[in-house]
């Protein structure tokens, strides 16, 4: 009895793990909300190194509504995606800049949605 609830429970937890990804969501979006910027972000895996890169709303020269919801998803469904930080503005502000970044050894495929009025 106690081997059976054992293995299921390793189960469960090893599923867990397998199915893993790295979804941010910074602030609400509410229905009076536009979709100001939609990004896709790639870097693909190179052995023993991290890969990083940084993104910018609003890109030069284009002017920034006010940011109420950043919805960041990984497309690595498998725990092996990279994972995303905030460094400057965001909710609130009319710019923001996310620095992206992969595991070792691997890559990243992330969408990032930034939405606003």
Do not use: C
Request: hydrophobic share 40%; net charge positive.
């Amino acid at each position: 009895m106690k081997f059976l609830v054992l293995v299921s429970i390793l189960i469960s937890l090893g599923a867990l793990v397998i199915g893993q990804s790295h979804n941010y969501f910074w602030g609400t979006r509410r229905g009076y909300d536009v979709l100001l910027n939609r990004t896709s972000a790639f870097r693909s895996s190179s052995m023993l190194r991290v890969k990083s890169m940084d993104l910018q709303y609003p890109l030069k020269g284009q002017r920034g509504g006010n940011i109420t919801a950043i919805h960041i998803e990984d497309q690595y469904t498998n725990g092996k995606g990279g994972y995303a930080k905030l460094l400057a503005g965001g909710i609130g502000y009319n710019f923001t800049k996310i620095h992206l970044k992969s595991q070792r050894g691997g890559g990243f495929n992330f969408i990032v949605e930034i939405y606003g009025r």
